[in-house]
């Protein structure tokens, strides 16, 4: 873990892989090539990291996979001025888990959000901070039946175990498992990925 000066009681964790051809958003080839994917994912990384980063009203974090080293990850580091944190776990669930058990001991409230969720604002993340004040988890469902934010002033080992991540039931497994660990929960609006080519024609539009 790289050392950080804590400015606020929460923070916003953004998680994203390093910008390797053919190992990020690779449902969008060969709609565009993957090199052009790799970029794509580059840029949907800087924006979301503009964004948090903005108002400088928390603290912002990158949490990358599978390490902190890859080139870009550092370029972000020293142009957005986030800390760099490694993450750490199996499968989807786990490094958000671990997240969440490494954090929740420095700060009261955590928002976990992806790089590819572009419609996803800072009035979003900030709702879900204030929603954490009479719940223990928010999430922001996306259209494909996942979510495109966590948020969470608890931890808890089993709330993310054995959820089919990369499918249209990772919502619902989600909340089947914290309904059943009694946690109290909100859900705030919708959101939308850019995986499939209508979703990149979609995002272009907003360009």
């Keep these: 873990m790289q050392s950080q ?28 090539t993957a090199e052009q994917a790799a970029l794509l994912h580059e840029e949907l990384t800087r924006d979301r990291l503009k964004m948090c980063t903005g108002d400088g009203a928390c603290d912002v974090q990158l949490w990358c996979s599978p390490d902190t080293l890859h080139r870009f990850f550092t370029d972000c580091q020293h142009h957005y001025g986030v800390p760099l944190q490694q993450q750490h776990g199996n499968d989807l669930g786990e490094r958000m888990s671990n997240a969440l058990k490494e954090m929740l001991g420095s700060y009261d409230k955590i928002v976990i959000i992806g790089s590819d969720a572009p419609m996803l604002d800072m ?28 948020g969470a002033s608890v931890q808890h080992d089993d709330m993310l175990k054995g959820v089919p991540w ?42």
Excluded: M
């Design 5 to 32: 000066t804590k400015n606020t009681e929460h923070a916003i964790l953004v998680f994203s892989k390093a910008p390797v051809a053919g190992q990020v958003k690779t449902r969008l080839v060969p709609y565009i």
């Design 123 to 150: 009035n979003t993340i900030d709702a879900a901070f204030k929603a954490l004040a009479h719940n223990e988890i928010v999430l922001v469902p996306a259209e494909d039946g996942g979510y495109g934010l966590l």
């Design 166 to 207: 990369g499918t249209e039931k990772v919502l619902a497994s989600t909340l089947e498992n914290i309904e059943r660990l009694n946690l109290d929960y909100a859900l705030l609006g919708e959101c939308w990925d850019v995986d499939r080519p209508e979703d990149l024609e979609r995002y272009r539009r907003l360009k």
